[in-house]
Every structure is written in structure tokens, then in C-alpha cells.
């Protein structure tokens, strides 16, 4: 009876035991499942941030894509109510390096826009070569960036500082000091392919077959060329670069990464070419909001070793713009030697070349370099210049003295203007008396909507139409009859008073519901119209940022203080605005 006894409590005991195991299965409690020791709970890791910046996103251009179902993601996170929206502006130049130096750096710092003169070497410094971006970068070093805690960049123009994975422009250059990294960054681009070979081909061929439908369209409706030759750089950024942020950010989650930025540019490219809301363009940011989901879920998954925010935002917004060269057939700096030509005309006064001789110099520089080699070509060139001007001087042509020629560098309607030879900046008042007609080309240009100069007292002189007008430093009405408040005069003489700026500011005419574009694009950012100052951030409803004015340097201190714990004063530019 004793052994029957014994067995019927060990049979209820097992029974008991299994009861509980399916338990814990149906719970997933895997302790309890196999029996394992319940280890010392860690505790919590800090909570990370994911920033997400869909570049040249201008606001109103996200609106219109809700309507059009192109952003179905985006609008779910506002209509479920767990994000808000908030807009503010770019300030001047906007563009992504100085947004994303203000928002990585808390500083804005010496960027007059996307392309500058070097007056000392007479380079220009252009953001799309790596070279130039590292060594921009290098300015910032000592600031603390926001990813310089362990966090990880993908696809942006700067490192923030990170340690981690860096897939940004400076990463493609071999600088003296990056390229280890640059091979590290290649390492890491072979993996992450191989994990999703099939899916990136794919992808980046079926870009470039809608790309190439498109230019097929375009062909057949005889709508004007848009950059098509560019088909296979916008595929690659619309399908392989997100491709492979997805798949990075998705890595960086399960490893921990406490702080993530990532750049998408697929709809910067492809608006640029066709314009703001083309159905090319508003095709590619149905992509990204398709891989912002991706990104959202993998943050949610129980894998992830800890919590994180996720924010999407854009650094500056995009104009529809007609290029000038469509409409006076040839680009803007010709206009201005054909300008001052005309101006110069019966002057007699300005020590300039005319166009006439510039061109038939340029024409003799062409045909001489055909014929020749190219190492002859390249020891001939400082003789071709001098022989073309003492061949070809037209009669009456002034006397060959040191002469002021001008070099334009545009960011899309907003562009600086160079007197070549200057070593500093010049004053309005040494313009007006060095380049008469190139003042008079200015005012007669129905391109140009106003233009600023630097005052011998510190104070902004804008032009048009032939009037000046010198605001001075803190203004109180700013310049009404130009649309300038003072938020704007403020941002145009920070700019103007860098020493790397032009010696003139020019900003374009408004035209057909955008503006001209001293490049040719069909839609641009650089300038001060409200399209292109229109900045979005999408942010989690219980961590909005504080105030309501925001900017780059703002953000800068709301994720500085909330996700690292450092207070970062106010920037130099904010300091000047206010």
C-alpha cells in the first residue's frame, strides 16, 4: 500500500511538473522551460535615439505626399497619436552640411553653402567630394559631437563624432588620418551586402528600369531634359543606400547602439532632376517611408538590448525652380560678362575685360587644346591666355591692366559671387568703384530678385533695380519691401561676413510658383523662400523638444541633455540672432 501510496504522489508530482512546463511554454518563459537558474537582473541600459533625416523633405512637400498615399507610414504615426509633428526653419545657406553641422556639432560654423572659392589656393570647395568634407569636418574637432559616444552614422556628409560604423561622404576619401577607416567602412559595405545580395540587386534594378520608363516618357511627351544621364546614381541611392541603411540600422539595434543617424538622399536626387512633387520623386519617398517601417519594427523586437526613440526629420525644403539657362540659353555667369559688356559701354571708365574678348580667348584656349597632347596642353596653358588677349583685343578695348573677372558659385537660387583676384573680401563701396558694370548687369537682371554686400560700417547693403539699402545690425523692421524680417537679415549677414563668402550675395527671382536657378535644376534649396525654409520633425509625443522656436543648433541641445546628459550652450549663430 506504501509503494502504490508513493507512486500515485510521484505520478501527480510529474503531472504537476509537466502542467508547468507547458505553462511556461505557452509564456515563453524559457527559465522555468529547461530548468535554468534565474540569473541578477541587469539594469536597464540607457535609452537610445534613432534620428532619421529624409533630405530636402520640405514640409508641405510630406503634406502633399499623405494626401497622394505616398507616405502611408509617416501618416499612421501621426494618426495613431504616439508622434507629433513640429516645423521650423533652415536658416541660410539651406543646405545639409550646415543643418547637419548644427545638429551633430551645436554649430553651424563657416559654411556660406554647398560650394565655395578658396580665394587663397582659387579652388573651389565642393560637399561632393570626400576630400572636402573631411577636411571641413576637421574645424569641428573639440566640440563633442552627438555621436560620439559609441554611435554610428549612415549616408551622411558628417561623422558626428562617431565611433562606430561611419558610411558617410568623408569615408569615400583617402585622407591622411581616415584611411583605415575608409577600408573598415568597405569591409563592412561587402558584409552587409552579402546578407541581402538577392534583395539589393533586385532592387537597384528595378530603379533603374522605372528610371529608364521615365526618360523613355519624358522622350515621347518631349518634356525638357532632366539630368538623365544621372539614372544610374539616383537607382543606386534610391535601392542600394537604403538598402543598406535598413540592413545596418537593423545590426547596430541588436548590438546595442545607443545613438543612430541615418541620411536618406534617394529623394533629394531624384527631385533635383524632375522636380518637388514629380511622380519619380514622390515614387522614391514611397521607398523610403516603405524602409522606415522596416527600421521602426526592428526596434520593437525583443532582440533589441534596449529601448530606443525613434525621430525622422528634414534639414532643409525644396523649391520648384526653372534653371536660367532653359530660358536665357545660356548660364548665368555668361550673362553677367554679356552684362557688363552692355553696361560698360560708353563708360570708359572700368578697367574690366569685355565678353566679346573673353569669349574669343576662350574660343582660341579650345581649338589650341585640340591639337595638342595633353602634357603639352597642360606647360602651354599660361602662354594660351596671354596670346589670346593680345591677338584678339578688339579696337578700342581698354588697356590690358590688372582686371577684377568674377567667379559665380551657386547653391541652387542662392549663389556667392567672387571678384577672382581679391585675397579678402571686398566692401560695397570698393564694388562700386571697381565693377560698374557688373553693378549695372545686377540691377538689370531680371534673374536676380536683390543682392547683399558687406558696408564699410558693418552694416548689410542690398540692392535692386538700381537702389541700395543699408540695414544696419539688429534691425527692427528688417526690410519690408524685399519680404526680409529680422529673423532673415540676421541670417543673410551671418553669412555675408564670413570670410569664405562672396564678395556679393545673389538671390534669385520668384517665377511660375518657384524661383529661377542659377544651376540647372528643377527644384533647388540654399535660399530664404518659405518652400525651401520648411523643416519637419516627427517626434515621439512624450519627448518633444522644449520652446517653439527650433532650429539645428536647438535639436543639438535636446538630444544632447536628454539621451547623453551634457548641457551645450548656444552656438555663436544663435547668440548673433538673438
Given at each position: 500500500m506504501e509503494g502504490m501510496k508513493a507512486l500515485r504522489e510521484g505520478t501527480l508530482e510529474l503531472?504537476?511538473?509537466?502542467?508547468?512546463?507547458?505553462?511556461?511554454?505557452?509564456?515563453?518563459?524559457?527559465?522555468?522551460?529547461?530548468?535554468?537558474?534565474?540569473?541578477?537582473?541587469?539594469?536597464?541600459?540607457?535609452r537610445g535615439f534613432v534620428i532619421v533625416q529624409i533630405d530636402a523633405l520640405a514640409g508641405w512637400v510630406l503634406e502633399e505626399a499623405m494626401r497622394r498615399r505616398r507616405?502611408?507610414?509617416?501618416?499612421?504615426?501621426?494618426?495613431?497619436?504616439?508622434?507629433?509633428?513640429?516645423?521650423?526653419?533652415?536658416?541660410?545657406?539651406?543646405?545639409?552640411?550646415?543643418?547637419?553641422?548644427?545638429?551633430?556639432?551645436?554649430?553651424?560654423?563657416?559654411?556660406?553653402?554647398?560650394?565655395?572659392?578658396?580665394?587663397?589656393?582659387?579652388?573651389?570647395?565642393?560637399?561632393?567630394?570626400?576630400?572636402?568634407?573631411?577636411?571641413?569636418?576637421?574645424?569641428?574637432?573639440?566640440?563633442?559631437?552627438?555621436?560620439?559616444?559609441?554611435?554610428?552614422?549612415?549616408?551622411?556628409?558628417?561623422?558626428?563624432?562617431?565611433?562606430?560604423?561611419?558610411?558617410?561622404?568623408?569615408?569615400?576619401?583617402?585622407?591622411?588620418?581616415?584611411?583605415?577607416?575608409?577600408?573598415?567602412?568597405?569591409?563592412?559595405?561587402?558584409?552587409?551586402?552579402?546578407?541581402?545580395?538577392?534583395?539589393?540587386?533586385?532592387?537597384?534594378?528595378?530603379?533603374?528600369?522605372?528610371?529608364?520608363?521615365?526618360?523613355?516618357?519624358?522622350?515621347?511627351?518631349?518634356?525638357?531634359?532632366?539630368?538623365?544621364?544621372?539614372?544610374?546614381?539616383?537607382?543606386?541611392?534610391?535601392?542600394?543606400?537604403?538598402?543598406?541603411?535598413?540592413?545596418?540600422?537593423?545590426?547596430?539595434?541588436?548590438?546595442?547602439?545607443?545613438?543612430?543617424?541615418?541620411?536618406?538622399?534617394?529623394?533629394?536626387?531624384?527631385?533635383?532632376?524632375?522636380?518637388?512633387?514629380?511622380?519619380?520623386?514622390?515614387?522614391?519617398?514611397?521607398?523610403?517611408?516603405?524602409?522606415?517601417?522596416?527600421?521602426?519594427?526592428?526596434?520593437?523586437?525583443?532582440?533589441?538590448?534596449?529601448?530606443?526613440?525613434?525621430?525622422?526629420?528634414?534639414?532643409?525644403?525644396?523649391?520648384?525652380?526653372?534653371?536660367?539657362?532653359?530660358?536665357?540659353?545660356?548660364?548665368?555667369?555668361s550673362l553677367l560678362l554679356d552684362g557688363r559688356l552692355a553696361s560698360g559701354a560708353g563708360g570708359g571708365s572700368e578697367a574690366e575685360e569685355s565678353a566679346a574678348d573673353l569669349h574669343r580667348s576662350i574660343e582660341v584656349l579650345t581649338g589650341i587644346g585640340r591639337i595638342l597632347p595633353p602634357v603639352a596642353r597642360f606647360l602651354l596653358r599660361p602662354f594660351h591666355r596671354r596670346f589670346a588677349r593680345g591677338r584678339f583685343r578688339s579696337p578700342g578695348a581698354l588697356p590690358p591692366e590688372p582686371i577684377p573677372r568674377v567667379a559665380l558659385r551657386p547653391t541652387g537660387n542662392f549663389a556667392h559671387l567672387y571678384l577672382v583676384g581679391a585675397r579678402s573680401p571686398l566692401l560695397a563701396e570698393e564694388l562700386e568703384g571697381r565693377a560698374i558694370g557688373l553693378m549695372r548687369a545686377l540691377d538689370r537682371s531680371p534673374y536676380v530678385r536683390f543682392f547683399a554686400m558687406r558696408g564699410a560700417d558693418g552694416a548689410v547693403v542690398l540692392g535692386r533695380r538700381g537702389s541700395r539699402e543699408r540695414v544696419p545690425d539688429l534691425p527692427a523692421a528688417g526690410a519690408p519691401d524685399l519680404g526680409l524680417d529680422p529673423w532673415k537679415i540676421q541670417e543673410i549677414r551671418r553669412v555675408l561676413f564670413m570670410p569664405r563668402s562672396g564678395d556679393v550675395l545673389l538671390f534669385s527671382e520668384r517665377c511660375d510658383g518657384g524661383a529661377y536657378n542659377f544651376q540647372h535644376e528643377y527644384a533647388s534649396h540654399g535660399g530664404l523662400e518659405p518652400e525651401e525654409q520648411d523643416?519637419?520633425?516627427?517626434?515621439?509625443?512624450?519627448?518633444?523638444?522644449?520652446?517653439?522656436?527650433?532650429?539645428?543648433?536647438?535639436?543639438?541641445?535636446?538630444?544632447?541633455?536628454?539621451?547623453?546628459?551634457?548641457?551645450?550652450?548656444?552656438?555663436?549663430?544663435?547668440?548673433?540672432?538673438?
Amino acid at each position: 500500500m506504501e509503494g502504490m501510496k508513493a507512486l500515485r504522489e510521484g505520478t501527480l508530482e510529474l503531472r504537476e511538473e509537466i502542467r508547468e512546463r507547458v505553462r511556461a511554454l505557452r509564456e515563453r518563459r524559457w527559465e522555468r522551460l529547461f530548468g535554468f537558474r534565474r540569473r541578477a537582473v541587469d539594469p536597464p541600459a540607457p535609452r537610445g535615439f534613432v534620428i532619421v533625416q529624409i533630405d530636402a523633405l520640405a514640409g508641405w512637400v510630406l503634406e502633399e505626399a499623405m494626401r497622394r498615399r505616398r507616405a502611408r507610414f509617416l501618416r499612421s504615426l501621426l494618426r495613431r497619436g504616439g508622434f507629433g509633428l513640429r516645423r521650423f526653419q533652415a536658416g541660410l545657406p539651406a543646405t545639409t552640411p550646415a543643418f547637419q553641422a548644427g545638429l551633430l556639432y551645436g554649430d553651424r560654423g563657416e559654411i556660406p553653402g554647398f560650394r565655395w572659392l578658396d580665394r587663397r589656393s582659387g579652388s573651389t570647395v565642393w560637399f561632393a567630394h570626400p576630400g572636402d568634407c573631411v577636411r571641413v569636418e576637421r574645424e569641428f574637432d573639440g566640440k563633442g559631437g552627438l555621436l560620439s559616444e559609441g554611435g554610428s552614422s549612415y549616408f551622411s556628409i558628417f561623422t558626428g563624432g562617431a565611433e562606430g560604423r561611419l558610411f558617410d561622404t568623408g569615408g569615400l576619401s583617402w585622407e591622411k588620418g581616415r584611411r583605415r577607416r575608409t577600408i573598415v567602412n568597405f569591409a563592412y559595405l561587402a558584409f552587409f551586402f552579402a546578407l541581402a545580395a538577392s534583395r539589393i540587386v533586385g532592387r537597384t534594378l528595378l530603379e533603374m528600369l522605372r528610371d529608364l520608363l521615365d526618360i523613355a516618357g519624358g522622350l515621347v511627351a518631349r518634356r525638357p531634359k532632366r539630368k538623365w544621364g544621372q539614372f544610374v546614381l539616383r537607382a543606386l541611392s534610391n535601392a542600394f543606400m537604403n538598402e543598406l541603411a535598413v540592413i545596418g540600422v537593423r545590426e547596430e539595434v541588436r548590438q546595442g547602439t545607443r545613438a543612430l543617424y541615418v541620411n536618406f538622399i534617394g529623394y533629394d536626387k531624384a527631385a533635383h532632376a524632375r522636380g518637388a512633387v514629380h511622380p519619380y520623386a514622390l515614387w522614391c519617398l514611397r521607398e523610403i517611408d516603405r524602409d522606415l517601417r522596416r527600421i521602426y519594427r526592428s526596434l520593437h523586437r525583443r532582440s533589441r538590448k534596449r529601448d530606443y526613440d525613434f525621430y525622422v526629420l528634414s534639414d532643409h525644403g525644396i523649391l520648384p525652380t526653372t534653371p536660367i539657362e532653359d530660358v536665357a540659353g545660356q548660364d548665368f555667369e555668361s550673362l553677367l560678362l554679356d552684362g557688363r559688356l552692355a553696361s560698360g559701354a560708353g563708360g570708359g571708365s572700368e578697367a574690366e575685360e569685355s565678353a566679346a574678348d573673353l569669349h574669343r580667348s576662350i574660343e582660341v584656349l579650345t581649338g589650341i587644346g585640340r591639337i595638342l597632347p595633353p602634357v603639352a596642353r597642360f606647360l602651354l596653358r599660361p602662354f594660351h591666355r596671354r596670346f589670346a588677349r593680345g591677338r584678339f583685343r578688339s579696337p578700342g578695348a581698354l588697356p590690358p591692366e590688372p582686371i577684377p573677372r568674377v567667379a559665380l558659385r551657386p547653391t541652387g537660387n542662392f549663389a556667392h559671387l567672387y571678384l577672382v583676384g581679391a585675397r579678402s573680401p571686398l566692401l560695397a563701396e570698393e564694388l562700386e568703384g571697381r565693377a560698374i558694370g557688373l553693378m549695372r548687369a545686377l540691377d538689370r537682371s531680371p534673374y536676380v530678385r536683390f543682392f547683399a554686400m558687406r558696408g564699410a560700417d558693418g552694416a548689410v547693403v542690398l540692392g535692386r533695380r538700381g537702389s541700395r539699402e543699408r540695414v544696419p545690425d539688429l534691425p527692427a523692421a528688417g526690410a519690408p519691401d524685399l519680404g526680409l524680417d529680422p529673423w532673415k537679415i540676421q541670417e543673410i549677414r551671418r553669412v555675408l561676413f564670413m570670410p569664405r563668402s562672396g564678395d556679393v550675395l545673389l538671390f534669385s527671382e520668384r517665377c511660375d510658383g518657384g524661383a529661377y536657378n542659377f544651376q540647372h535644376e528643377y527644384a533647388s534649396h540654399g535660399g530664404l523662400e518659405p518652400e525651401e525654409q520648411d523643416c519637419f520633425l516627427l517626434h515621439p509625443a512624450d519627448s518633444a523638444p522644449p520652446g517653439y522656436e527650433l532650429s539645428a543648433e536647438a535639436l543639438h541641445r535636446f538630444f544632447a541633455k536628454r539621451y547623453l546628459g551634457r548641457e551645450a550652450a548656444p552656438s555663436r549663430s544663435e547668440t548673433l540672432a538673438g
